[in-house]
């Protein structure tokens, strides 16, 4: 690492007022003796200081750490070592200490104020932690472990071969089939719904080996002819794929309440911008709506936001079937319009079968909209606008 | 010595049955990381008073001898010229596609297509097919390439049968060259790479010919009448489109590695049955 000296030629001259020394790194900084003025009154000193600016030359780029495989061994000792400690500290049995409890055991004994999830203390397994690596890949002899060692990519090739040798089987087993004239027609196609295949990333840490988009794209055109000859090798297939939640399930259906007189409402809440907006939807009615207690044909004088308010109705196909008595405050008219939209939206998921809320979602009802106001920048007139470029 | 070490090692003497007879006490030395010099013997770790002139010799035998015959694993009745042809391993490409340094193996021409001198292709299988298992007795690295998609599995299936190893994808720039950074540090490369395809995908001449001419590392490969036969140690004129051509060559090598690692496998177990009833006042029967 190279250090050069930058020396300020020039006096640096400040206005200091009479402070204690500041005690500085003395390499970084050379204090010369002020020296002071004859005349009284402020006094102007002039500095001549020596700044030291490290930079650094030549300096290799980082390679990725190996780990030996006694290294690992070690780091594992010290963890099960430190979480009986951990265990006894907290008073808890040493033998039923979950990675739960040495969770909440660290956040316990080092608080932490970061917001960065990933930067607070955490004591997990070494496996978790420690990228996982190749061991060595040959033996004593020098000779390879593994047939395809000299490609580079083994377990990727590997798992090329294996999958093609699938199909060529399948396709064989078929033949013979209808060579016999056993042969049916009946098509035991996987299941493919709700699950996905594995993306790039996980696929390069199941095989511990970095791939190439092609190579990605290769594999999964393998995948899906294996899965067209047949369903012969469903487990293995399936190992290749992850499941996918259901967006619609996540969508939180409020429930149905009762009121005194016996009619079933429900309530949810909606915000759009700075307008927050509470709305009671009653199972059956005629098609009111008070907003603020205000009947929303004098509360809302614009068609556009009386419009807003009609669409979950009008796209459910039931305009005239609910009454609605919403609550509303802050915003403009058009973000309280979309305020409540939603909040009608919200509440109706609770009277509409599972479809029609999947529906709702695509549409975008039961989204919230996450625009809001772009603050303005120094420099610029708005948001956006520049102020006007003027050639001369 | 004793013959029955000699009788294994005598040309032919596969799959005879052998005798066993006592010979002093030999312990044969681990198999050392060797680089690839094929001639020279790792020398013995322990040296042993009484068996001491005798240790390293039995040892080089094992490796001198089966040189000094011209076909010590008889690839020769592995196939025959009639074989050959039933596989159709004489056509060759059309006259168009002729390359220049092929045309001393070319028997003819009909039709514009040309046809190989199985005679001249039976000599250089040979000669290819003995190297080979000599390296395999050896226990040299062998690397089969091919770049031909319609035979990846199969020559796959055949490197992996043997115990040897494969390579029928996407060639790396520096995996022979610069070995030491792509396939890590202190990695042993091929000492034999045997090419059932020589042309890659764009028919052009694989790079891994010409890398492992720049390293020394010996090469067969059936070259067919477009192929460029020259930086080949052991070319082997033939088809090399055909499938049943393919699984000959496929099957040809297969078996002569096969032969070849079994033999070394009979020699080994003979002296550690030798050593073993060696006699016990030199040293204890070696673990």
């Known amino acids: ?392 | 010595m004793a013959p029955a070490l000699p009788r294994l090692l005598s040309a032919g003497a596969w799959p005879r049955p052998l005798g066993l007879h006592v010979l002093r006490a030999a312990t044969p030395g681990p198999a050392g990381p060797r680089g690839r010099t094929l001639g020279s013997a790792a020398p013995a770790a322990q040296s042993e008073p009484a068996g001491g002139g005798g240790l390293a010799d039995p040892r080089d035998r094992v490796l001198s001898e089966p040189l000094r015959h011209p076909d010590f694993f008889s690839v020769r009745e592995l196939f025959s010229v009639r074989s050959l042809f039933d596989a159709r391993v004489h056509l060759g490409h059309k006259a168009g596609c002729r390359h220049r340094f092929m045309e001393p193996y070319i028997f003819g021409s009909r039709l514009g297509q040309d046809i190989i001198d199985l005679e001249q292709t039976a000599a250089h299988l040979q000669l290819a097919l003995n190297f080979t298992a000599h390296v395999a007795f050896r226990g040299g690295i062998i690397l089969f390439v091919s770049r031909h998609r319609q035979f990846c599995h199969l020559v796959e299936n055949t490197a992996r049968d043997c115990g040897e190893y494969a390579h029928t994808r996407y060639f790396k720039g520096g995996l022979l060259t610069n070995a030491p950074l792509l396939l890590g540090p202190g990695a042993r490369l091929p000492d034999l790479v045997v090419f059932l395809h020589t042309l890659n995908n764009v028919f052009e001449p694989h790079v891994a010919v010409r890398d492992a001419a720049k390293m020394n590392i010996p090469t067969v490969g059936v070259v067919d009448t477009n192929c460029n036969p020259c930086l080949l140690t052991y070319p082997v004129p033939g088809n090399d489109d055909s499938p049943p051509a393919v699984e000959l060559f496929c099957r040809l090598f297969r078996t002569a590695v096969r032969r070849a690692k079994d033999k070394r496998r009979q020699v080994e177990a003979l002296y550690r049955l030798q050593g073993r009833e060696g006699p016990s006042a030199v040293t204890g029967p070696p673990s």
């Open chain 1, 1 to 392: 690492m190279a250090a050069s000296c930058v020396s300020c030629g020039a006096a640096v001259s400040r206005r200091l007022l009479l402070r204690p020394p500041l005690s500085l790194a003395p390499r970084q900084v050379l204090w010369k003796a002020a020296e002071l003025q004859s005349v009284p009154g402020p006094q102007i000193l002039r500095l001549k200081h020596v700044t030291v600016v490290t930079t650094k030359k030549n300096v290799k780029a980082p390679r990725r750490e190996t780990y030996t495989v006694d290294f690992i061994k070690k780091q594992i000792e010290e963890f099960n070592i430190g979480k009986r400690h951990l265990a006894n500290m907290m008073g808890e049995d040493p033998e039923t200490f979950t990675q739960e409890d040495i969770d909440r055991a660290i956040a316990y004994l080092f608080p932490s104020g970061l917001f960065e999830k990933r930067a607070r203390p955490i004591m997990k397994h070494p496996e978790q932690i420690f990228p996982k690596q190749k061991a060595i890949q040959w033996g004593e002899d020098g000779r390879p472990f593994h047939y395809l060692f000299y490609t580079g990519k083994q377990s990727y090739y590997s798992l090329m071969h294996d999958a093609y040798g699938k199909i060529l089987d399948i396709e064989k087993h078929k033949n013979q089939l209808q060579a016999k004239g056993l042969f049916s027609e009946k098509n035991k196609t996987i299941d493919l719904i709700g699950s996905r295949w594995l993306i790039k990333e996980e696929l390069e840490e199941m095989l511990v080996e970095k791939l190439s988009d092609q190579d990605y794209r290769q594999f999964v055109q393998l995948m899906e002819r294996l899965l067209q000859s047949g369903a012969a090798e469903e487990e293995f297939v399936q190992s290749f794929r992850r499941s996918v939640t259901v967006q619609s399930k996540q969508q939180p259906i409020e429930p149905v309440q009762r009121d005194a007189q016996g009619m079933a409402f429900s309530t949810s809440e909606g915000k759009r911008k700075s307008a927050k907006a509470e709305a009671v939807v009653y199972e059956h009615g005629s098609g009111r709506i008070k907003v603020n207690g205000i009947d929303y044909l004098l509360y809302f004088p614009v068609l556009q936001d009386r419009e807003q308010l009609m669409f979950p109705f009008h796209f459910l196909d039931r305009l005239g079937k609910h009454d609605v008595t919403c609550t509303v405050s802050g915003g403009g008219r058009s973000a309280q319009a979309g305020a409540i939209r939603l909040a009608v939206a919200r509440a109706l998921c609770s009277f509409v079968t599972e479809e029609e809320v999947e529906w709702m979602r695509q549409a975008g009802l039961l989204t919230s909209d996450p625009r809001v106001r772009e603050r303005k920048k120094p420099g610029q007139e708005g948001a956006r606008r520049k102020f006007t470029w003027k050639k001369r």
